[in-house]
Antibody, heavy 116, light 113 residues
């Protein structure tokens, strides 16, 4: 069974940092592109970043460039999102998903709240 | 960036009746590899998104056959042949032909009359 489980969300002050993780099982992680999406409260879906199988290519939405870093550990079947200089507008549920052009499995999400 | 526009934004439907959602892209979604990376996702209340259809018309594993996708180029449609109560929720089209960025439609809320 394919599983993606996000963790690391929580309440953080503006300007603070958080590191999200996504633990995967049930498929070959090392051969899969991986993607982070987010959904602000009551809003639609937004792509955040994705990473190639070997980590050699990474792409980010403009609003997080220079602040967020996507990474992966293929030995641990883990996807990460380091989020620095957080802003109120980063408040959202963050989802990890398998794939890039077709994202077929999604996690349940982890809530990040940026507030003082 | 490719802009995705969905219509309608809200769709009240009678149980057992068909429903249709349209999605239009600001540019052709045909990739140089010949594929068109247009997906449809469903998000039930309080749930994460779930893939329904990929590459215009391919139904994902476990998706009921009452869901179908069609279209080409810049115009795409998701159809539900007979709406059931469990189909209530938000539906998004997503393009990944040209990324970054991957972009979504605004979402269409399907509700029962």
């Amino acid at each position: 069974e394919v599983q993606l489980v996000e963790s690391g969300g929580g309440l953080v002050q503006p300007g603070g940092s958080l590191r999200l993780s996504c633990a995967v099982s049930g498929f070959s992680f090392s051969t899969s592109w991986m993607t982070w999406f987010r959904q602000a409260p009551g809003k639609g879906l937004e792509w955040v970043a994705n990473i190639k199988q070997d980590g050699s290519e990474k792409y980010y939405v403009d609003s997080v460039k220079g602040r967020f870093t996507i990474s992966r550990d293929n030995a641990k079947n883990s996807l990460n999102l380091q989020m620095n200089s957080l802003r109120a507008e980063d408040t959202a549920v963050y989802y990890c998903a398998r794939g890039a052009r077709t994202t077929d499995y999604w996690g349940q999400g982890t809530l990040v709240t940026v507030s003082s | 960036d490719i802009v995705m526009t969905q219509t309608p934004l809200s769709s009240p439907v009678t149980l057992g009746q068909p429903a249709s959602i349209s999605c239009r892209s600001s540019q052709s979604l045909v990739h140089s590899d010949g594929n068109t990376y247009l997906s449809w996702l469903q998000q039930r209340p309080g749930q994460p998104p779930r893939l329904l259809i990929y590459k215009i018309s391919n139904r994902f594993s476990g998706v009921p056959d009452r869901f179908s996708g069609s279209g080409a180029g810049t115009d795409f449609t998701l159809r539900i042949s007979r709406v059931e109560a469990e189909d209530v929720g938000l539906y998004y089209c997503m393009q990944a032909t040209q990324f970054p960025p991957i972009t979504f439609g605004q979402g269409t809320r399907l509700e029962i009359k």
